[in-house]
C-alpha cells in the first residue's frame, strides 16, 4: 500500500488528531479523558479504547472525542450529544459534512467551529481530504430555534 493510501481511504475510519491542534483546544478545556482512542494516539491520561466500550460508559467532566468517521459517527455523535444533556462538557473533532443526517440532528445543537484550512493527522504528509470543525457540547450553549432548508 502506498504510504498515503491509508489517509484517502482510512479504512478503520480513524483520524488522528493532531497533537499542536489538540494542546490549543486543551488549553481552553482542560480536558480529563479522551473518550475515542487507542493507546497509542490518547490525547489524555484517562481514556477509552474500543476494548473499553465507551457507549456503555457514563461520560463525566470534560471530555475530548475523536470518532471514527465512518458509519458509526452518528452513534458517537448522539452520545456525546446526551452526555451533554447529563451534565458533560463535549468536544468533538468531526469532518464538517454539514449535508448529513448525523450534522444535522446533533452539531447543529452545539457550538460550531470550523477549521481553517484542511488538519494533517497523525503523521501524514499531506492534509486530509476533507475540511473539519469542532463541536462544542458545554453549558455555555444557549437555547436555539433550527430551521433546516431541504432542496426541492
Known amino acids: 500500500m502506498p504510504i498515503n493510501e491509508g489517509l484517502f ?3 478503520d475510519g480513524t483520524w488522528e488528531t493532531p497533537q499542536d491542534f489538540f494542546d490549543k483546544l486543551n488549553e481552553e478545556f ?9 493507546k497509542e494516539t490518547a490525547k489524555c491520561d484517562k481514556f477509552y479504547t474500543k476494548e473499553d466500550d465507551a457507549f456503555s460508559k457514563e461520560w463525566k467532566g470534560v471530555c475530548w472525542m475523536n470518532p471514527p468517521y465512518g458509519r458509526e459517527i452518528y452513534s458517537w455523535m448522539e452520545k456525546a ?3 451533554f444533556l447529563h451534565g458533560a462538557t463535549v468536544v468533538c473533532l468531526v469532518p464538517a459534512r ?3 443526517k ?3 440532528d446533533f452539531c447543529m445543537w452545539g ?4 477549521v481553517k484550512g484542511r488538519l494533517k493527522f497523525g503523521n501524514q504528509k499531506n492534509s486530509a481530504p476533507f475540511p473539519s470543525a469542532v463541536i462544542v457540547y458545554s453549558g455555555n450553549i444557549k437555547a436555539r430555534t433550527m430551521k433546516s432548508y431541504e432542496r426541492n
Open 98 to 100: 454539514t449535508d448529513t
Open 102 to 104: 448525523w450534522w444535522h
Open 30 to 38: 482542560h480536558f480529563t479523558i479522551d473518550v475515542c482512542a487507542t
Open 9 to 11: 481511504t482510512s479504512n
Open 81 to 83: 450529544y446526551h452526555s
Open 111 to 114: 457550538e460550531v467551529r470550523f
